[in-house]
């Protein structure tokens, strides 16, 4: 079965840089999407960014330019760059995964839909303060 693991979150001040890692083990479709969501206190799960088995990604629209998601294969992990980092990006951060397929929806911010994705981790916590 499919085991996420996230790590790199922390505290850091707006305008600062993180990175994100999702350990990926027992994946082994050769057709798959991956994905990170952000969940704050009182907000609804919403989708940040999203790669496919074949590199395609996508963002939400207030993360374009900023976050940039990636994946190494040999390392099996996923990552999130998390760069020009604002108040308002502060949450709970979520990596998933979807196996067997490379498709998923969108949700109206441009980012992947939650409800795609069948395998979560436990989350891993950024603070960003102004």
């Known amino acids: 079965q499919v085991q996420l693991v996230e790590s790199g979150g922390g505290s850091v001040q707006s305008g600062g840089s993180l990175r994100l890692s999702c350990a990926v083990s027992?994946?082994?479709?050769?057709?798959?999407?991956m994905g990170w969501f952000r969940q704050a206190p009182g907000k609804e799960r919403e989708g940040v960014a999203s790669?496919?088995?074949?590199?395609?990604?996508r963002y939400a629209d207030s993360v374009k330019g900023r976050f940039t998601i990636s994946q190494d294969n040999a390392k099996n992990t996923l990552y999130l760059q998390m760069n020009s980092l604002k108040p308002e990006d502060t949450a709970m951060y979520y990596c998933?995964?979807?196996?067997?397929?490379?498709?998923?929806?969108?949700?109206?911010?441009?980012?992947?839909?939650?409800?795609?994705?069948?395998?979560w981790g436990q989350g891993t916590q950024v603070t960003v303060s102004s």
């Open positions: 027992g994946l082994t479709y050769s057709r798959y999407c």
């Open positions: 790669i496919d088995s074949e590199g395609v990604t």
């Open positions: 998933a995964a979807a196996a067997g397929r490379s498709w998923y929806a969108l949700d109206s911010r441009g980012g992947p839909h939650p409800a795609s994705f069948g395998v």
